[in-house]
């Protein structure tokens, strides 16, 4: 009888640590969720980060905590093998949040774990952050990076292809000033064509 009900615990042990890591995993995420939660529409620095500023064409300076990149890229795309690290160093060196998204399920050196888009729902033909980026017509191509306000969630096309940095910099700050401005996004020029690409 004793080693009927050893047997049955011991059968029952994985489940059980398994339901308790799910469990803590769920309270993990909740928690992460409740911490990134903004406060009256703002995102909260620690109180020990000092802003970074960037100057902006007009004069007046952005920090750069209000905004971020999110860049597609594929494992398999010479181009974001290109771009990538160049990005990377340069919002490193900014602070500026990217955002990776793979188009393939891959990453590469500088994004070696990338988001995955996610399709919530069954019937769209694309995934949701597909939709968002490139529903206004842009090709689905990598890679291709675009500036958002955190706070609003408004994005603007910063590059598709192979960009230099400079220019990524002074393309940046003026779709920071536009934004400042509370221009359209597709009310601005397109961005200049450029064929180091992958299409998806």
């Known amino acids: 009888m004793k080693s009927s009900a050893l047997s049955v615990l011991l059968l029952l042990f994985p489940l059980l640590a398994s339901a308790g890591a799910r469990e803590e995993i769920a309270a993990i995420d909740a928690a992460k969720a409740t911490q990134s939660q903004p406060d009256a ?30 860049v597609f890229m594929q494992s398999h795309c010479q181009y974001s093998a290109k771009f990538d690290p160049d990005l990377k160093r340069w919002a490193d060196e900014h602070r500026i949040r990217v955002y990776p998204y793979t188009l393939d399920g891959g990453g590469d050196a500088s994004f070696p774990v990338p988001l995955i888009p996610r399709k919530t729902d069954p019937a769209s033909p694309l995934a949701d952050e597909i939709m968002t980026f490139f529903g206004n017509g842009l090709p689905i191509a990598t890679p291709t990076a675009f500036m958002v306000n955190v706070h609003t969630l408004k994005a603007y096309p910063l ?4 960009m230099d940095i400079t220019t990524l910099e002074d393309r940046y700050a003026s779709l920071i000033q536009a934004d400042m401005d509370q221009v359209d996004p597709r009310s601005l020029p397109p961005m200049p064509a450029n064929a180091q690409v992958t299409p998806q």
Not at 58 to 65: L, T
Not at 159 to 162: A, C, E, I, L, S
């Open 159 to 162: 590059t598709q292809g192979v």
């Open 41 to 70: 529409g703002t995102v909260k620095q620690p109180a020990t980060a000092t802003p970074v500023l960037m100057q902006l064409p007009d004069g007046r300076r952005a920090d750069m905590a209000d905004y971020a990149v999110v």
